[in-house]
Nanobody, 117 residues
């Protein structure tokens, strides 16, 4: 049974930092393209950052502030979020998509990030 479990969300003041983690089980982690998505109230879910092989892509609004990394040995992906802004407030979701098998994709349950003074 495949599971993706996020952790690390919480309440932080503007300008603060948080580090999200996504730990996988039941899957060969290195065979998955991994990404972080977020969904704010009343908005569509959007891709924040994704990693394919060694290449990381970020949505423009987080470039220079967020850093995605993964540790295949620990089956864990991270999102270091610095200089947080109120508009970063959302539920953040971990996503894994198999590199070679179509339609094999998994989501975590989400972790809430709230940026507010």
């Amino acid at each position: 049974q495949v599971q993706l479990v996020e952790s690390g969300g919480g309440l932080v003041q503007p300008g603060g930092s948080l580090r999200l983690s996504c730990t996988a089980s039941g899957m060969i982690f290195r065979l998955y393209i991994m990404g972080w998505y977020r969904q704010a109230p009343g908005k569509q879910r959007e891709l924040v950052a994704g990693i394919t092989g060694g290449t990381v892509n970020y949505t423009d609004s987080v470039k220079g502030r967020f850093t995605l990394s993964r540790d295949n040995a620990k089956k864990t992906m991270y999102l270091q979020m610095n200089s947080l802004r109120p508009e970063d407030t959302a539920v953040y979701y971990c996503n894994g998509r198999h590199m070679y098998i179509d339609n094999e994709e998994y989501w975590g349950q989400g972790t809430q990030v709230t940026v507010s003074s």
